[in-house]
């Protein structure tokens, strides 16, 4: 088959993984309801992007299990050619305070602020120890000018662990559509 | 009283440059008509430039696209394994042929009228070719290749007529960018980070390569200080730069000083960079080798794709540290250089002004180009701006 008529014919790779995405509707995770269990990782959502947008970043690795965790920020470019490198990558609670340490001490930057805008959270898969969840970003970025414009869009792929009764981020994966960045990537997303 | 210009700004490049050697005239950071002269003379002219590496395309039918100026490549390996470069363009109509940034594929298809080019260019179908012209003859229409040539894979494109690839890149550029590229160009692709800049290609290229760390507090604060090394530059405008990288501990900054270790480099060899007329940059930090192909959009725009690769022959473990390094460190979101990615712009609108851009340290003639500085200098990027002024046909005040 001809590359064109190869791409008119095929499914799309978008349905397939929907179809593997269905929601769970009724299921308990440590005694809470579907309905419960969504809400708490809705207010983790909210309150990690709240503490991005409010610059209050001294507070982002809290977000985060202590003992191992991941954190990354890698394009859908490279993902979807199978490569591994990553805008931003961090493999321990270490790395992800050094990586504030240096955007406040190290780095120079003109200040700009993020929005972030967040839908379509959907529990993806439950088990004993954590919670599969996908969600889809917008960050907005205002410059000193006031100029707001759409610096990225993509997806959080987080996996999500109870640890002393709170939710946390034992895996963050921030998959970026905009895979061409604006003159410079500062802060998390 | 400081430096002024003597010509009423219009923000019009001046045709004729100062005669002392280390003032550029700002204009030619900001002027769109001197940009369409700059394609014509530097980007179609005689002149190489990168426009990837083979190991882009490791597979027979990998393919990648790119843009030289406004002219839109396509490059592809093809069943014999050869990598070569073809105007992205199907030679019927002219339509764009591959709209994809990369991929694999068995073949090209022009989607207009379907014609189907195998992955050596030729022409393999033509529907409907009994009512062509009367000259027509399917073989004489495979795909157009642009002139290239191959240094360890690096792939090197011309539209003009410079001298072969070696003798331009110059004798004593090789080594350093042989060393770069792994030593023998066995490179293994990890990734891309790519990103545009609000920068004329000049600004970008003019502080993308090697500057004084002065810019830039995270080599101080993780007590990552350069060691012995030496900056040359070639008359034609390259510059080759190496220099000893202590293995830094961090200083105690880092939490995670494993980030920074030295696995499989050359601590000798620590930092090395090949900056080639008129904007790739190539650099190879600590455990990081990264290939930064960059294009020119506008006068006030410029993309760059900066490839991170690993070697061929690289343990499990030295990939995984390759990886996080190249993901950290460097380029528009590394916590060591994003700042650089700042001063890009800041340098485009600064010099949206009256006067001239000063070179200052290392300058000991007002009149002579400068060919042998010391590493910290910034003088390295005058015979760069020389041969770009003669490239473009500036005279020098006084000069016949």
Known sequence: ?189 | MSAHSTHAYTGEAPKVWPAKVNQIPKEVFGDAALFEEELKKIFYGDTWHAVGHAAEVPNIGDFKTFDLGRVPLLIARGKDNQVRVFFNSCTHRGNQLETSVSGNRKEFECPYHRWLFSLDGTLAACPGSKEFAPDFKQENFGLAEIKTEQFLGLIMVTMGNPPPLKEWIGESGLPTLTALLGGDGRLKLLGYQKVRYASNWKGYNDNDGYHAPLLHTGFRLLNWQGGKGFQRMTENGHVIFEAELKPATGNGFLKDPSLIAFKGSNPERGSVITQLFPMTVMTKHMDVINLRFAIARSHEVTEVHYAYFAHEDDSEELVQHRIRQSSNLLGPCGMVSMEDAAIFQRIHIGNQTPGFAEFQKGVTSLTEIPMDVKQNDETGNLPRWEHYRKVMGFKREGEQ
């Open chain 1, 1 to 189: 088959m001809s590359p064109v008529s190869e791409a008119l014919s095929s499914t799309s790779t978008t349905d397939k993984a929907a179809k593997a995405l269905l929601p769970l509707d009724d299921f308990t995770w440590n005694s809470w309801s579907a309905m419960e269990t969504q809400w708490r990782v809705e207010r983790l959502l909210s309150r990690y992007v709240a503490c991005i947008d409010e610059d209050d970043l001294e507070n982002w690795p809290e977000f985060f299990t202590l003992d191992t965790c991941r954190y990354e920020i890698i394009t859908r470019e490279n993902v979807e050619r199978g490569m591994p490198l990553a805008l931003m990558f961090c493999t321990s609670r270490g790395m992800l305070v050094d990586r504030i340490v240096s955007l406040r001490e190290a780095n120079i930057y003109p200040q700009r602020w993020y929005r972030h805008i967040i839908s379509n959270v959907l529990i993806q898969s439950v088990d004993a120890e954590c919670l599969q969840v996908q969600s889809n970003y917008v960050v907005l970025q205002t410059r000193r000018n006031g100029q707001t414009d759409i610096f990225s869009a993509g997806k959080y792929l987080d996996r999500i662990v109870l640890s002393k009764g709170e939710l946390k981020f034992s895996e963050k994966r921030v998959v970026v559509d905009t895979h061409r960045v604006d003159t410079l990537l500062v802060a998390p997303i």
